[in-house]
Nanobody, 126 residues
Framework: QVRPVESGGGLVQAGGSLRLSCEAS????????MGWFRQAPGKEREFVAA????????DYADSVKGRFTISRDNAKNTVYLQMNSLKPEDTAVYYC???????????????????WGQGTQVTVSS
């Protein structure tokens, strides 16, 4: 079973950058798609980005396309989210999650993900 742990959040000014990391324990990391989601106060959790098991397929929410990049290093059991040109509306707790199904295609659906991290806070000031 994969247990993700997020890091890299913090406070940044609008227009700045952050890189989130998600290190996952467990031997099955390399065969699972991984996703990033976020939840702002008073809002539903929303999809941000996902990457398939071998890193060859990715998907992004329209609101972050062109600004965020998801990548993974299976040798390090880690998935990354590079966030550039940050906006105040990107402020949220960011969660990393692992797909329930091995060798699955990327998906934006939270129910497909079975193992969630505790989250890392990202705050973008205007």
């Amino acid at each position: 079973q994969v247990r993700p742990v997020e890091s890299g959040g913090g406070l940044v000014q609008a227009g700045g950058s952050l890189r989130l990391s998600c290190e996952a324990s467990g031997r099955t990391f390399s065969i699972l798609s991984m996703g990033w989601f976020r939840q702002a106060p008073g809002k539903e959790r929303e999809f941000v980005a996902a990457i398939n098991w071998n890193g060859r397929s990715t998907d992004y929410a329209d609101s972050v396309k062109g600004r965020f990049t998801i990548s993974r290093d299976n040798a390090k059991n880690t998935v990354y989210l590079q966030m550039n040109s940050l906006k105040p509306e990107d402020t949220a707790v960011y969660y990393c999650a692992a797909d329930r199904t091995a060798y699955g295609v990327v998906t934006t659906t939270p129910l497909r993900y079975g193992n969630w991290g505790q989250g890392t806070q990202v705050t973008v000031s205007s």
